[in-house]
Nanobody, 117 residues
């Protein structure tokens, strides 16, 4: 099982980006999906989470600007980011609870988001 994150890049403040997280391999089901980020010199922090039923949670710093979603059929997770600020600059990681024979939490590789002022 693998998670592949993509969609990062360089964007000006106020701009938008859409991150994607693709799950591949022999998967029975996927529970919660999450996006974390880690800025230089800082600890990794939870940005947004979405449960298997679609319930979402956001860090206060991104509420109203970021939207997490998922497509269980593909299966993919997304993070739509708008109103980006320089302080959103970080490596973004996706994370999901995936059931193969047992439930494990998998991490994707990071994708870098750089917001210029």
């Amino acid at each position: 099982v693998q998670l592949q994150a993509s969609g990062g890049g360089l964007v000006q403040a106020g701009g938008s980006l859409r991150l994607s997280c693709a799950a591949s391999g022999t998967i029975f089901s996927i529970g919660s999906m999450r996006w974390y980020r880690q800025a230089p010199g800082k600890q990794r922090e939870l940005v947004a989470a979405i449960g298997s039923g679609g319930i979402t949670n956001y860090a206060d710093s991104v509420k109203g600007r970021f939207t997490i979603s998922r497509d269980n059929a593909k299966p993919m997770g997304y993070l739509q980011m708008s109103g980006l600020k320089p302080e959103d600059t970080a490596v973004y990681y996706c994370n999901a609870d995936i059931v193969v024979r047992i439930t494990r939490t998998y991490w994707g590789q990071g994708t870098l988001v750089t917001v210029s002022s």
